[in-house]
């Protein structure tokens, strides 16, 4: 009998429901099948992997797909831990259409592989998201305490905020529920706003699940074993604890977690001040990375949290323990960089205030970190004014005379105030239809071209992105879907066209992980061994390598970036050149002639490199079907 993957149909305007059924081969999982229902239903997907509830670790991911009202393209996002309740729920996907006729929590249950139980149930949204510990925590509680009783095991939330209704970059959040509890550890569906996809096109505020079905999850750990001890010479176990070394704690740094490893390591590539670190000298940013990060706010961190073995997982077993918490507060590297030092915040306590702040409006981080610095840099240079941003105070944005813990609470203050700006349409702001288009109208209104200092990717004629946190041309990449790690973001020089056949390549390896629903920290394995794995189960090694190409190709084939819309891109990219030159010492020619290029046009010179980063993707994700 062929495998299938069963997808539930939900019409969120009257709550009617079918289940679809699709052979495993035609489609392996989350991401391909997730491009089909798009298609066909322009439909909000959410499902696991083929190994939801399996021995394997890092297997219980839950992968959001659709298309994306911040990129405007089709996206994928993914939550760590939510696929393990969601894989009781006896289905592989479930597919949202239509939309409520008020906003509305959708409930789902499934007790003892009885059919699904689905209701669309309307709710005073505004309401609790005003209550309680406000917005998205709220709305968790509501939605528990409302329905909570009606499951044998604990279910698992996934809930909206604010920013989901006023802002294309609303996202996804949910918590592991133990013994009746919800706990503090936050995992998001950040990237993407499929939070405010949920909301404005489906009118869904939040959803409850859960179950008890218990189906054919592979558990056979001694072949497992044999298969890795094959590969690696050891068991599933030792190479996993292996591979997540550094989500865990790394003895190399005497730190761990996303957070402690990224900034151990970043020295003089740190970014702070909406990017303008890059013009600084290297002296500079060293001394502003000793004095703030190493000797500050990583010091806080590794006090805090590392010694204090404050950590957890996303609410799955798993070895990683890459949840590295202070009290309720989960730090992770990239919210952590764009909420603290793009914003010029380099305390925890303020960094642990804003980061709240926005997670409990619903937002997207790592977009908000970039639009709040960029807005920032704006008032400190006097672009705009504090009624045009509706603020009541101008940010501490230079590094000379800055009181590291006064001023990062100065700007954390002042991030909030534009946090309820936004959310509110104060003064001159309006984001309902993205940032660009915001950017055009104040561009006509005042004639600044505001968007030259606001560092992001392009997409369409109205979608963006803010970019990966690291310093390196591959983050601005013309990659189909950006803002993830489908792209190469290391931190040597890799020429233009050999940069776009990375970026594809990596877009590649991602899909494996992503369209078999595992988490990219344990990658060291699973991009190996998932294709191995599906031709020791299935049969399918060929066909399933086959897909993930194809699949590439078909996410390629809706490229619609476009070429570096801001000043402060370029920059980014002739600094990184010039910087691997007089710091790293590079010498190389294919360098040197990309400097020389940047010095003499940096405008001609971006977008040639532009186009040769594409031509990289393009010759490399060919449609070859």
């Known amino acids: 009998m062929d495998a299938i993957l069963k997808v539930l149909l939900v019409d969120a305007l009257n709550g009617f429901y079918k289940v679809r059924r699709y052979k495993v081969g035609d489609y392996f999982g989350p991401v391909d099948l997730g491009i089909h ?20 670790p890092g297997s219980n991911r839950l992968i959001f797909t659709g298309y994306s009202p911040c990129w405007r393209g089709f996206y994928i996002s993914s939550m760590g831990g939510a696929g393990l309740v969601f894989d009781n729920l006896g289905i592989n996907m479930v597919s949202i259409v239509g939309k409520a006729s008020s906003p509305s929590i959708l409930y789902l249950n499934r007790n003892h592989g009885e059919e699904i139980e689905v209701e669309i149930v309307p709710a005073d949204i505004d309401g609790i998201w005003k209550n309680g ?3 998205i925590y709220s709305l968790m509680d509501h939605t528990y305490a409302q329905f909570g009783s009606r499951y044998e095991k ?12 006023q802002t294309d970059f609303g996202g996804i959040c949910s918590v592991p529920i133990v013994k009746g509890k919800l706990t503090y550890v936050d995992t998001w569906a ?5 939070g405010s996809k949920l909301y404005q096109d489906h009118g869904i505020a939040s959803i409850i699940y859960g179950g008890t079905t218990v189906d054919e999850d592979f558990r056979d750990r001694n072949v497992a074993d044999e298969w890795f001890r094959q590969k690696y010479q050891q068991k599933l176990a030792a190479k996993d604890f292996e591979s997540t070394t550094k989500y865990r704690f790394d003895p190399k740094f005497g730190t761990g977690g996303t957070f402690g490893v990224n900034y ?8 702070a001040f909406n990017y303008k670190t890059i013009y600084d000298t290297e002296k500079e940013r060293l001394d502003l990375n000793e004095k703030y990060i190493s000797g500050h706010y990583l010091k806080q961190f590794n006090e805090e949290t590392i010694e204090k073995k404050q950590q957890a997982t996303c609410g799955e077993p798993c070895s990683a323990v890459c949840k590295k918490m202070n009290s309720e507060f989960k730090k992770d590297y990239e919210p952590y960089q764009t909420l603290g030092p793009l914003c010029g915040i380099f305390d925890q306590r303020a960094a642990e205030m804003l980061n709240h702040y926005c997670d409990t409006m619903g937002l997207d981080a790592i977009n908000c970190g970039c639009v709040l610095s960029w807005f920032m840099e704006l008032l400190s240079g006097g672009i705009l004014t504090k009624e045009q941003l509706g603020v009541s105070k101008l940010p501490k944005f230079s590094i000379e005379k800055f009181d590291v813990v006064k001023d990062s609470m100065h700007n954390a203050e002042l991030g909030i105030e534009l946090i309820d700006s936004i959310l509110e ?8 239809e993205g940032v660009r288009k915001w950017a055009r109208k104040i561009h006509k209104m005042t004639g600044k071209k505001i968007i030259d200092s606001f560092v992001f990717i392009s997409n369409g004629r109205r979608g963006w992105m803010a970019p990966n946190q690291y310093w390196t041309p591959g983050v601005l990449a013309p990659m189909a879907i950006m803002g993830k790690y489908y792209m190469y973001y290391g931190n040597d020089f890799v020429p233009p066209r050999d940069l776009g056949r990375f970026c594809a390549e990596r877009l590649k390896q991602e899909l494996v992980l992503d369209n078999m629903g595992i988490c990219r920290f344990h990658r060291a394995w699973a991009e190996e061994m998932m294709p191995e794995i599906i031709g020791y189960i299935y049969g399918m090694k060929e066909k399933f390598n086959t897909a993930v190409s194809f699949t590439a190709s078909r996410i390629n084939s809706r490229n619609a970036t476009v070429f570096l819309e801001s000043e402060r891109n370029i920059d980014f990219i002739h600094a990184f050149l010039k910087r691997k030159r007089d710091v790293d010492g590079e010498s190389r020619e294919d360098l040197k002639y990309w400097i020389e290029q940047f010095d003499r046009d940096k405008h001609e010179a971006a977008l040639n490199f532009w ?12 449609d070859f079907q």
């Open 264 to 271: 151990a390591t970043l020295k003089g590539r740190i970014i």
């Open 154 to 165: 604990d279910p698992r939330i996934l809930s909206t905020g604010p920013g989901s209704k």
């Open 190 to 194: 950040g990237r993407g706003g499929f």
């Open 37 to 56: 229902m798009t298609d066909n239903y322009r439909s909000l997907n959410i499902g696991t992997g083929l190994f939801a509830g399996s021995i394997f």
């Open 133 to 135: 510990r406000k917005g």
């Open 425 to 432: 349409g104060k003064g001159d702001i309006d984001l309902s």
């Open 611 to 622: 186009f040769e980063i594409r031509k990289g993707i393009e010759e490399s994700l060919m």
